[in-house]
């Protein structure tokens, strides 16, 4: 059983800095893509940031130069680097992967979801 487990939210002022976890745990052969994506009140859910397994990544437009992806793939995890932080940006972060597990079928990708950790950005 895949599960992703978020940490590293909370509350901070307009113009600090966070960086969120996302610790993968389970059987998995591979990791296709991994990324992060947020959903504000009221709002549909939107990519934040997304890495491949070739390291290429892409941003949202509202947070190209303020956040970073990265991964530690002895560590099974991976951050947002979250800097100059806006109001705007107060919202539920979700870890998202792609990932293919170890018993699976041959190609076989499957979704995987965390539960969220809130990021809150005051003014």
């Known amino acids: 059983q895949v599960q992703l487990v978020e940490s590293g939210g909370g509350l901070v002022q307009a113009g600090g800095s966070l960086r969120l976890s996302c610790a993968v745990s389970?059987?998995?052969?591979?990791?296709?893509?991994m990324g992060w994506y947020r959903q504000a009140p009221g709002k549909q859910r939107e990519l934040v940031a997304e890495?491949?397994?070739?390291?290429?990544?892409n941003y949202a437009d509202s947070v190209k130069g303020r956040f970073t992806i990265s991964g530690d793939n002895a560590k099974n995890t991976v951050y947002l680097q979250m800097d100059n932080l806006k109001p705007e940006d107060t919202a539920v972060y979700y870890c998202?992967?792609?990932?293919?597990?170890?018993?699976?079928?041959?190609?076989?990708?499957?979704?995987?979801w965390g539960r969220g950790t809130q990021v809150t950005v005051s003014s």
């Open positions: 998202h992967a792609v990932i293919s597990p170890l018993k699976a079928p041959s190609g076989s990708k499957y979704d995987y």
């Open positions: 389970g059987s998995i052969f591979r990791f296709n893509v």
């Open positions: 890495m491949t397994s070739a390291f290429n990544t």
